[in-house]
């Protein structure tokens, strides 16, 4: 095994030996590569075009694409770090990062915890945006498409992320980065106009003794700042509002998210609201149905989507959606499904 010149300079000096110097650094890799966790995925469908053009997708076998994550979680101790490394392959890279090289560097961040007041999670370098009740993972999303309000927002931040509990039940965070999104066709890190985006997060948690709304959640959330390479005075805007609520009935969760992105430069207001229920029926079975508008400069159209999931194999979700879309100005009124499948490990 290499050694650094220090490590070598205490073997010359007799301070260590060499053998026992070899066996520390074995074991400080051995220590970093056991914290370290690989996952990912792989996602393919099949897509039926009931209506011409659709929100779905043309007709036939799709094949979405992939994940590869490599991270480090923070430790329990003061000053503990980590790292998170998120990549996209494929399909899912190009819609993510409108591109077509079939590769996106979706995550890559330091995280640092600091230890004052109660406790500082520090996030440095491409992480993703703190608006947003869906993301890019269709699995960890109650549907297979997005909605409306996905498309609004921005998705991936280059800069830095602080986030703190304020109290039990309330968290806090507040960041700036180089521009108002780094996923618009790149990764982009120049900063617009030497003007930070600066975004800021409250999440509020419903205490145990509320009953069955005990868990649910509130998140307020607000980003600000120019695109890349644009003025000052192009700067754009996204409030983001959602909830997470339980319901009196076993098995059943509902959701609301509303979206209003505003491009000052463009003159342009675009406003999104999308309600979620999602019913476990057992362990291995899930409805899920969603009905969400949007209104886009006096434009607007409505979509209804219901989704069954079902577990048959180890890792595999499996889920059949249809969705119906009525008065959306290119597409008109339209009917598709989709037939998901996502493995993760």
């Known amino acids: 095994m290499k050694?650094?010149?220090w490590t070598m300079g205490l073997a010359a000096a007799g301070v260590v030996s060499l053998a026992s110097a070899a066996q520390a650094e074995e074991n400080s890799v051995l220590t970093a590569l056991s914290s370290t966790v690989i996952s990912g995925s792989a996602e393919v469908s099949y897509n039926g075009n009931l209506s011409g053009n659709n929100k779905i997708g043309d007709q036939g076998f799709v094949a979405n694409g992939a994940s590869l994550a490599i991270s480090s979680p923070l430790g329990e101790g003061d000053y503990s770090a980590g790292f998170n490394v998120d990549l996209l392959l494929g399909n899912r890279a190009d819609a993510f990062?409108?591109?077509?090289?079939?590769?996106?560097?979706?995550?890559?961040?330091?995280?640092?915890?600091l230890p004052f007041g109660n406790g500082i999670d520090?996030?440095?370098?491409?992480?993703?945006?703190i608006v947003g009740y869906e993301t890019e993972a269709s699995a960890s999303n109650p549907n297979v498409s997005r909605s409306y309000g996905y498309g609004l927002g921005p998705l991936t931040h280059t800069g830095a992320l602080v986030s703190t509990s304020l109290t039990d039940g309330l968290?806090?965070?507040?960041?700036?980065?180089?521009?108002f999104g780094s996923t618009l066709g790149t990764?982009?890190?120049?900063?617009a106009d030497n003007n930070f985006t600066?975004?800021?997060?409250?999440?509020?948690?419903?205490p145990d003794n509320l009953g069955f709304l005990a868990g649910s959640t509130v998140y307020v959330g607000?980003?600000?700042?120019?695109?890349?390479?644009?003025s000052n005075d192009d700067e754009d805007s996204h409030l983001y509002v959602g909830a997470s609520v339980a319901s009196p009935i076993e098995g059943v969760s509902l959701g609301v998210a509303y979206d209003d992105r505003t491009k000052h430069g463009a003159v342009s207001d675009s406003d999104a609201v999308a309600l979620y229920a999602v019913w476990d029926v057992s362990d291995d079975v899930s409805l899920a149905g969603r009905y969400d508008t949007i209104d886009s400069d006096g434009d607007s159209s409505a979509m209804w989507t219901a989704t069954l999931g079902y577990s048959i194999w180890d890792n595999v979700l499996t889920r059949l959606e249809y969705n119906i879309e009525t008065g959306?100005?290119?597409?008109?009124?339209?009917?598709?499904f989709a037939l998901n499948l996502y493995y993760q490990f």
Do not use: C, P
């Not at 990764?187 to 900063?191: F, G, H, I, N, P």
């Not at 959306?328 to 598709?336: F, L, N, Q, T, V």
């Open 3 to 5: 050694m650094n010149k």
């Open 187 to 191: 990764t982009a890190s120049d900063v």
């Open 328 to 336: 959306h100005k290119e597409r008109g009124d339209s009917a598709g």
């Open 97 to 113: 990062g409108s591109g077509d090289d079939g590769f996106l560097i979706k995550n890559a961040n330091i995280g640092l915890n």
């Open 122 to 129: 520090l996030t440095v370098g491409l992480f993703d945006s």
């Open 222 to 230: 607000y980003v600000d700042g120019a695109a890349s390479g644009s």
């Open 198 to 206: 600066y975004m800021v997060g409250v999440e509020a948690t419903v």
């Open 171 to 179: 968290n806090f965070s507040f960041g700036l980065a180089n521009s």
